[in-house]
């Protein structure tokens, strides 16, 4: 069996952390491939549905991805109720035997290709060591 | 054309953008798997889609293909989308069934070195973004009407030239300033760098002509409240507060003379003393005298030794509404007092570089009482250090204009008094911009000294007395040892600062700030002018540090940017916006208490139920309320629900499928 290759989805808000992202490529900095990153407007957009939707497809990490708080915001205060949502849908996942690590919300700015990359690396690796999602198939975290 | 009825037709359009993308992707296996995806009737791949006939390919697929929705796997939208949707609209279709997928920035250049797993990433974007673009609706482009009138919060120069650029072009223009007067930190000052002109020669005719406009009104002693409404249609509240004194006043200061009230004098930075009736200096504008309202005790004094009757103590703050199409902020900033730093606040010998910009003023007040070193013309001994209290972890910016003004006051000072002896303490000496280096060649040649110090090792300043010879050693690494001066004046260049405020003005404005709390540009190449709010704008140092010649620029930028909508008449606006169901709508009321910009509110319908309703010109289609919304009433137009849910199941599904 080949090694365990986590698949994240990444929602990344269009004017701080997609640009950073973008700028990670244009650096050419090197990150693991196993995100699929998709553009919101804002990562107050991101609706907890989502996130849970991700999961139930067996996403083994989500990755929310936003202007830094507390005033990066394109517009005014998205951010903190990203933050916020993360913070509790967390709880709600734990509960549901997902381990709240696999979630993660992170503050890239545009300028911030370096960080990006990081975060992106940072969590293929603990993924690797949580293993594969206990809702994907062959996945098992004992549920 | 109505492309909402028609089954989706999904021309797929991979660019190997020469081999950026190419070199590492295999575009021609993804474009072979685009075509296989459900509603796919084309895919194709080219060595430079955005190229002419790159183009012709997707405009020949719309016509002979009858293509209604295009996918472009390529670089990033913020690079292209653009382009493509302009594209598809000359084509006849609607430029939002147009979706991109980013298969360069975030695929060819970040895993150069694994081709394999690049493509199957590619392929997994291409799959995402078929599946958003099967649920694209074209959408409606919105039109709004524009008050020809330009709102400029700041009457000093970028302001005042902004309005009058805006003026010029024959728009209105609407000053609001804080202060009695206007001319802001320009007046301040005591010669401009580079021509070392009187600053209020330089900028008086500027304030001059924008008094005069017809087409400018100016708000002084105003404060700006509130700020409603969007692009084309903005609604400011402005009190003014009353200035007690009435255009009659014909500037004797005999007022001045016998109040007997004495407040520290911001506009000599706290170095002198001023009347609670007072005008900054003799020459300003507007030339009526003012009354501070905070330190005035109406005694009355003032109102009987006034000849012309201009003095009613008893005005009363005024609310003003204004109408404007744009928005120009130009707020300024502060200057840094640097308590504790170098010996400030304990040596009344050391002091700021704006606060020496004042000693050396003309119009800095003589007198026995007043501190000025250099009110005779005996030969000093002055030190300047640079970047006092910037560039470090408080304020990690340079504040940019304090080295070239450091160097024209050494120089000036060199110049009326040779035998003085004059010192920079320096980290770097950053000259920059037109004439700059040969500037500071001249001043060099005057005999100044430079020392250089390092940021771990800053120069020690020690006195015996608060007002006696201060002894200021500098570990030069140059020269590997200490230099020890002793010293009559140390004079600290201080950066500028955002204004204290300034969180407040942005909330208002609904604009953000940098880290260094200077108001936020919406790109910082490629849009310097704008603020990522449409219709508002930035002029000065209210979005970061500059010069005079600097300010003036973007003040004229700004009015430039500003008056494009307002010539244009109407303001198209981005239809990205946020609907309600009111069918499905439970008037929850959570979406009205999380929108931003109060573009959503929850009203009594017709049938008397509680809904939702949208003010479209005011949404800016963040999508908080969308996310938020318990009965999912909330369409995000071109993020909904249904087409961010088949992005994240095309992201997982084929792979688990497999």
């Known amino acids: ?143 | 054309m109505n492309q909402e009825a028609e089954k989706p037709r999904v021309g797929v359009y991979i660019c190997g953008c020469g081999l950026n993308i190419a070199g590492v992707v295999d575009v021609k296996e993804v474009a072979e798997y685009a075509a296989t995806l459900p509603d796919v009737a084309v895919a194709r791949s080219y060595v430079y889609m955005c190229s002419e006939p790159g183009q012709a390919l997707i405009r020949n697929d719309i016509h002979d293909m009858k293509i209604n929705r295009v996918v472009v796997g390529s670089c990033s939208p913020h690079m292209h989308e653009p382009t493509y949707r302009r594209l598809v609209e000359e084509e006849g279709l609607n430029r939002y069934i147009f979706e991109m997928a980013n298969l360069r920035e975030q695929v060819s250049w970040c895993h150069a070195h694994h081709h394999r797993e690049a493509t199957e990433k590619a392929k997994d974007l291409i799959r995402m973004a078929v599946a958003k673009a099967r649920l694209l609706q074209p959408l409606e482009k919105r039109e709004v009407e524009v008050e020809a009138r330009g709102l400029v919060v700041g009457g000093g120069v970028a302001g005042l030239r902004a309005a009058l650029d805006i003026a010029e072009r024959g728009f209105q223009a609407c000053v609001v300033e804080r202060s009695p007067f206007i001319g802001g930190r320009a007046t301040q000052l005591n010669r401009v760098i580079l021509t070392d002109q009187d600053a209020l020669d330089v900028v008086g005719p500027l304030i001059d002509q924008a008094e005069e406009n017809r087409n400018v009104t100016i708000y002084t002693n105003s404060e700006l409240e509130e700020v409603g409404g969007y692009i084309g249609n903005f609604e400011a509240s402005i009190t003014q507060k009353p200035r007690y004194v009435s255009p009659k006043c014909t500037a004797c200061g005999k007022c001045a003379e016998v109040c007997p009230v004495e407040v520290p004098d911001q506009f000599n930075i706290g170095l002198t003393k001023r009347k609670a009736i007072y005008m900054p200096y003799r020459g300003a504008i507007p030339p009526i005298y003012a009354v501070d309202d905070a330190a005035c005790t109406r005694c009355g004094e003032c109102v009987k030794v006034c000849e012309p009757n201009a003095i009613d103590l008893s005005g009363k703050p005024h609310d003003i509404k204004v109408r404007a199409g744009t928005i120009i902020v130009a707020s300024g900033f502060d200057p840094l007092l640097p308590d504790g730093l170098y010996g400030f606040g304990r040596y009344g010998n050391v002091i700021t570089q704006f606060q020496l910009e004042r000693m050396l003023s003309k119009t800095y007040p003589a007198g026995e009482d007043v501190y000025n070193p250099f009110a005779d013309e005996s030969p000093k001994n002055v030190v300047f250090i640079l970047c006092a209290g910037s560039r470090n972890e408080e304020r990690p910016y340079c504040s940019r204009i304090c080295c070239t003004v450091a160097l024209k006051n050494a120089k000036l000072i060199k110049e009326t008094s040779p035998e003085s002896r004059v010192s920079i303490a320096y980290r770097d000496v950053r000259v920059f911009g037109k004439r700059q280096e040969e500037y500071y060649e001249e001043a060099r040649r005057t005999g100044i000294a430079l020392f250089r110090y390092l940021s771990e090792r800053p120069p020690l300043v020690e006195g015996e007395s608060p007002d006696g010879r201060l002894s200021v050693s500098i570990d030069d690494p140059t020269l590997g040892r200490e230099v020890k001066i002793s010293a009559d004046l140390v004079v600290l260049a201080e950066p500028m600062l955002a204004r204290a405020d300034s969180a407040e003005l942005a909330a208002k404005l609904g604009i953000s700030r940098t880290a260094d709390n200077f108001f936020r540009e919406a790109h910082p190449k490629l849009r310097p002018l704008d603020t990522p709010t449409d219709g508002v704008f930035l002029a000065g140092v209210a979005q970061g540090p500059k010069d005079i010649a600097e300010s003036i620029i973007q003040g004229s930028g700004a009015a430039a940017r500003a008056t494009i909508p307002i010539s244009k008449g109407r303001v198209e606006i981005e239809p990205i916006i946020a609907q309600v169901d009111v069918d499905l709508c439970g008037g929850c009321k959570i979406c009205e208490s999380l929108c931003e910009y109060g573009a959503i509110s929850v009203e009594e319908d017709e049938a008397g139920k509680m809904r939702a309703k949208v003010t479209e010109a005011a949404c800016k289609g963040c999508g908080v309320c969308g996310a938020a919304c318990p009965t999912k009433a909330i369409t995000m137009l071109h993020f909904t629900n249904d087409q961010v849910m088949a992005q994240v199941r095309a992201a997982l599904r084929e792979e688990v499928a497999r």
């Open chain 1, 1 to 143: 069996m080949s090694e365990f290759s986590p698949r994240i989805v990444g929602f990344l808000c269009n004017w701080c952390s997609y640009a950073g992202a973008d700028l990670a490529g244009l650096s050419r900095l090197e990150y693991p491939t196993n995100i699929r990153i998709i553009r919101v407007m804002c990562s107050g957009r991101v609706d907890p549905a989502f996130i849970i939707e991700a999961f139930k497809e067996g996403a083994d990490g989500v990755l929310v991805a936003g202007c830094h708080l507390p005033s990066d915001c394109h517009y005014i205060a998205g951010n903190f109720k990203a933050n916020r949502r993360v913070a509790l849908l967390k709880r709600v996942l734990e509960q549901f035997g997902i381990d709240p690590e696999r979630l993660r919300i992170e503050w890239v700015s545009a300028s911030e290709g370096q960080k990006f990359a990081m975060v992106v690396t940072k969590m293929v690796e603990d993924l690797k060591k949580l293993g594969p999602s206990p809702i994907r198939p062959g996945g098992g975290d004992g549920v």
